[in-house]
């Protein structure tokens, strides 16, 4: 086997330690719940230029906790963070919908900061074609 095909799993495990760093840094040290965010996308994207994405948090939306922060990354786009959302009490629910940009097949994760510290997650992987012929 030569160097060459070691290439797309080196930059594959360097794009996701990075993607690990950027999740540890917007958990600071705490644990990620996974049962509050649905993340919802496509699974199969044939046009990575715009995406459709919505994520929801099953969370009271009070003064006493809400859902403070959504945080969307893309983790092989050049740069991850796809969009940032902030929230208060007065968003009425905590669900946000917009289109992402992907510029290959991968995961994307969905991040909600809550307003007490706590963050809950989700992840989906897309796949992206070109004209719907694979990718």
Same mark, same amino acid.
């Given at each position: 086997?030569?160097?060459?095909?070691?290439?797309?799993?080196?930059?594959?495990?360097?794009?996701?330690?990075?993607?690990?760093?950027? &999740?540890?840094?917007? @958990?600071?040290?705490?644990?990620?719940?996974?049962?509050?965010?649905?993340?919802? /996308?496509?699974?199969? #994207? *044939?046009?990575?230029?715009?995406?459709?994405?919505?994520?929801?948090?099953?969370?009271?939306?009070?003064?006493?906790?809400?859902?403070?922060?959504?945080? &969307?990354?893309?983790? @092989?786009?050049?740069?991850?963070?796809?969009?940032?959302?902030?929230?208060?009490? /007065?968003?009425?629910? #905590? *669900?946000?919908?917009?289109?992402?940009?992907?510029?290959?097949?991968?995961?994307?994760?969905?991040?909600?900061?809550?307003?007490?510290?706590?963050?809950?997650?989700?992840?989906?992987?897309?796949?992206?074609?070109?004209?719907?012929?694979?990718?």
């Amino acid at each position: 086997m030569g160097l060459g095909a070691l290439a797309p799993r080196a930059a594959r495990a360097a794009a996701e330690t990075g993607i690990d760093d950027m &999740i540890a840094k917007i @958990a600071k040290g705490r644990r990620p719940g996974r049962s509050a965010v649905t993340l919802d /996308l496509p699974e199969i #994207a *044939e046009n990575g230029n715009s995406v459709p994405i919505t994520v929801k948090v099953t969370s009271p939306m009070t003064e006493q906790l809400y859902v403070a922060r959504i945080v &969307i990354i893309a983790e @092989a786009n050049p740069t991850p963070t796809a969009a940032t959302f902030s929230l208060t009490p /007065l968003s009425g629910r #905590a *669900e946000v919908s917009t289109r992402i940009r992907l510029a290959q097949t991968q995961t994307v994760s969905a991040i909600a900061e809550m307003s007490d510290g706590s963050i809950e997650m989700d992840k989906k992987t897309v796949k992206v074609t070109a004209g719907g012929c694979g990718g």
